[in-house]
Each structure stands twice: as structure tokens, then as C-alpha cells.
């Protein structure tokens, strides 16, 4: 492991002090950048097509009606091959997945007709 030295100012007597730092052997920013393959751009992006994720119909965290966007994921939950927990759990966790990602850029109408459609999934599978 290589050495650092770095200066550093003490505030009340204005002296110079050096300090021996040990790193921890981490390739540079630019270094680590070059050995990466092409990544995808978003992580996410890569998850929910990827992962053992549900199966989802396109557009459907888009539709007008908290029941309807229930329904589709109901309906893609129960017929996935590719998710590992339950129909109930997977279905919620797509949409908490998508809420979470989405973060501050989701609009606040489209946002509270998300947190409608988890009340409606838990209807759908009879969690009241």
C-alpha cells in the first residue's frame, strides 16, 4: 500500500502539520471508469428488465385508474414465471420500485394515484 502525505492548516496558531495517510489501494476515478464494459446507463433500467422481476404490460404504471394499474399488475403477477416471492409481495414491490425510482420527478397527481393502487392491490388479493 502506497503513502499520502497531506498538509493541513491548524486553525488557532495558523501552523502547517503533515499528516501520513494510508490509502486503500482503489484505482483512480478515471482508472476504474476505462476497465468498465458497457454498462447500462440506468441501473435500474437494467433491473426491471434483467432481474427475476415480473413480466409487465408496457405503460402500465401510466394508466388513468388506480384499479386498472392494480389489475395489470395483479394480472402480470400471477402469470410470471420469473419471480421468486409471491404474486402479492412482487406486485406491491414492483410498484414501491418504481414510486422510489421515480423519486422527486414524479408528478404529485401520478404519485398519489400510485400510493391508490397498492390500497386497490391489496383489495384485489383480498389482504384487507
Request: hydrophobic letters at 30%; zero cysteines; proline letters at 2%.
Amino acid at each position: 500500500m502506497a503513502q499520502v502525505r497531506k498538509t493541513t492548516h491548524s486553525r488557532k496558531s495558523g501552523a502547517r502539520k503533515t499528516v501520513a495517510r494510508k490509502t486503500t489501494g482503489r484505482r483512480s476515478h478515471s482508472a476504474r471508469k476505462s476497465s468498465k464494459r458497457a454498462a447500462p446507463k440506468r441501473w435500474s433500467q437494467r433491473v426491471t428488465k434483467e432481474s427475476d422481476a415480473l413480466d409487465l404490460k408496457r405503460g402500465v404504471f401510466k394508466l388513468s385508474s388506480p384499479k386498472k394499474i392494480a389489475a395489470s399488475l395483479k394480472r402480470s403477477a400471477e402469470h410470471s414465471s420469473r419471480r421468486k416471492s409471491g404474486a402479492y409481495r412482487s406486485a406491491v414491490s414492483m410498484l414501491t420500485f418504481y414510486i422510489n425510482r421515480a423519486g422527486k420527478t414524479l408528478p404529485k397527481t401520478q404519485r398519489t394515484r400510485l400510493e391508490r393502487a397498492k390500497v386497490e392491490l391489496k383489495k384485489a388479493f383480498g389482504k384487507d
